[in-house]
């Protein structure tokens, strides 16, 4: 609207501006034919310059017309797949995100972990939208990539959308599916409020055995029993830590990485589908670079992020006395806890060491205690190596438009699916989330205090005793400016200057307008005790009467200068320097 003011000068409703949108789509999606038109050519040209990309192009069946109607694009670069095999652990992160043209749909993801804990996307998929069609799509298409037959090993995260648990119990029966602990918790939280039953969700949720997540839940117990009642009709199986799969080395429990992944591409997703699918295949060709020379940089056999953890549990490992019973089992106290270590199976009681695959602070303590090293007891997917070969695989560049194979193949866009007005871009976000400051309050819940009558429960604009409260009380007297003096007399102030100096010394002033420009002049040594300083600006006559008075012809007509009662401080503190 206000651009149409600027440009045309026309003033128009919001109305008319979102049925001008309306229209301007409409004539859009006719240029859209020729937009999806180029599909076939870039499908082409990704699968001539690597051959093992998987692309799958899926048409509306429900559409008998021609040219067919796009549906959905299944995109898995080899480059992603083969590092995803051979340098990552088997956790994908899926979730769905949406597209914000107008001509609507979903862009499926599949994300993992490299062994920095850091994201590697490895497939994506344009579709209609999150349905059980279009998941198990996506699923098998993922399956026959990656080679996850029956999800032996596996662990998929999500969030707890219907279409998504059918299919992955369809699809890969074995594989663990967690569900995003973030989401589970966004829904309990709405019916138990408040920071302590935060704190509480998560240290049972994150808890990695079962003592101290039954601790836990006795903890919350004592605090509200239905919140644990809650708690415990969830599937067990689904997030808490304390009954994951610990083979799989990975302690995640919400699907953050998916939602990096929708973060890092939310302009990509706010175009085109070519260029789209363009700016992510560039921004992931760049980011394995990238991440590939930064780990050859580097020197460490640790994978960064792991040895700042690790480096925590050394410094807590300081704390534990060491007790050894054979060459590789032995006791580790933590003040008042009794674990068991065992060195050679990689296991110590309280978990951690099991599930995350680098030792825990009991076992660094029996590691020094032996004088080894701990990052010798770290698990092959976290060095250096391991990272490097999912790093070793390219996304291969491909021509410009221009070269691409003018293949004939019609195609047409979907048709336009969402309604008039503007889309939102950024991710919908619950109103119990973290605000983005760590440090910021929410205002919601905070209770209102009334400035005119402080009673709690309203706000000034509320105020019952709006008007008949009396007018605000005047401010107490403000302190004098400057240090007290040390005669115990208050400090004295400008006004008092100037006035005592005017009485004293007859010293006459000019309201400074000392700005740019300005500029001090000074009588001569005879009127000096008359004028101490005059201060004028360029362009102002000063004239010296005989009488001793001065006359300005600021403002057009002569002034004269000892009638100026205000004093400006500046000059009475410098007549003060006088003194
Ligand atoms: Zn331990
Ligand atoms: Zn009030």
């Known amino acids: 609207m206000e651009s149409v003011r600027r440009a045309f000068k026309v003033l128009i409703s919001r109305n008319l501006a979102y049925k001008i949108k309306y229209a301007a789509h409409k004539m859009l ?36 017309i021609v040219p067919p109607v796009f549906q959905r694009l299944f995109t898995c670069f080899e480059g992603l797949q083969k590092g995803w095999k051979l340098g990552c652990r088997k956790v994908i992160c899926i979730d769905a995100c949406f597209l914000k043209t107008f001509l609507g749909g979903q862009l499926l993801v599949a994300v993992g972990r490299d062994g920095n804990n850091q994201m590697y996307p490895i497939a994506w998929a344009v579709a209609e939208g999150e349905n059980n069609n279009s998941w198990e ?26 279409a998504i648990i059918n299919v992955v119990a369809s ?56 919140a644990v009642t809650t708690f415990k009709s969830y599937n067990p199986k689904l997030f808490y830590r304390a ?40 921004s992931l060709m760049q980011r394995l670079v990238v991440k590939r020379q930064a780990m050859q940089k580097s020197t460490s056999t640790v994978c960064q992020r792991i040895q700042a953890k690790l480096d925590q549990e050394k410094t807590k490992a300081a704390n534990c006395d060491v007790i050894p019973s054979t060459d590789t089992l032995f006791n580790v106290n933590y003040y008042l806890d009794q674990l068991v270590v065992d060195l050679e ?36 997917c976290y060095k250096r190596e391991t990272y490097l070969k999912a790093y070793a695989g390219s996304v291969s560049p491909i021509d410009g438009e221009r070269y691409w194979l003018r293949v004939e193949y019609g195609l047409d866009p979907p048709p336009i699916k969402i309604g008039p007005g503007r889309p939102r871009v950024n991710r919908r976000k619950d109103p119990m989330e ?28 509320r105020c019952p005793n709006k ?109 003060q320097a006088t003194q």
């Open 434 to 461: 973290d605000p983005k400051k760590p440090g910021t309050l929410q205002r919601t819940g905070m209770e209102m205090t009334c400035s005119v009558c402080h009673v709690k429960g309203h706000n000034k604009r």
């Open 137 to 162: 799509w996506f699923m098998i298409k993922l399956q026959k990539c990656l080679d996850l037959d029956d999800g032996e090993g596996i662990a998929v995260i999500s969030d707890e959308h219907v």
């Open 243 to 282: 009954y994951l799969d610990i083979s799989i080395k990975t302690d995640a429990i919400t699907s953050n990485m998916a939602e990096t992944f929708n973060g890092y591409i939310i302009n990509a997703r706010t175009k085109h589908l070519i260029y789209m699918l363009e700016d992510i295949r560039i």
């Open 171 to 226: 699809v890969l029966p074995k594989a663990e599916n967690r569900h995003c602990a973030r989401h589970i918790f966004a829904h309990w939280h709405k019916s138990f409020k408040g920071d302590q039953m935060k704190l509480l969700f998560w240290k049972i949720a994150k808890a990695y055995n079962l003592d101290d997540f039954n601790d836990a839940l006795e903890e919350t117990n004592a605090i509200n029993e239905e």
């Open 345 to 380: 199976a990689k296991t110590c009681s309280c978990r951690k060491w099991n599930m995350l695959g680098y030792p825990c602070f009991h076992a660094v303590a029996y590691i020094y205690f032996l004088n080894k090293e701990a990052e010798d007891f770290v698990e092959d």
């Open 467 to 575: 008007y008949t409260a009396s007018a605000p009380t005047e401010p107490p007297p403000k302190r004098p400016r400057g240090r007290p003096r040390k005669d115990g007399q208050p400090p004295i102030s400008h006004s008092q200057v100037a006035q005592s100096s005017t009485t004293h010394h007859n010293a006459i002033t000019q309201p400074t307008q000392l700005g740019r420009g300005g500029r001090m002049c000074r009588g001569g040594a005879d009127i000096y005790l008359n004028f101490v300083l005059i201060l004028v600006p360029v362009g102002v006559g000063v004239y010296f009467a005989a009488d001793g008075s001065a006359y300005t012809n600021q403002g057009g007509s002569s002034r004269h200068v000892n009638d100026q009662a205000t004093q400006s401080s500046q000059v009475s503190t410098l007549h």
């Open 29 to 64: 999606h006719g240029s859209m034919h020729e937009h999806y038109k180029k599909v076939g050519g870039y499908i082409e040209a990704l699968k001539s310059t690597s051959p093992g990309t998987d692309i799958e192009l899926v048409t509306d069946p429900t559409k008998h």
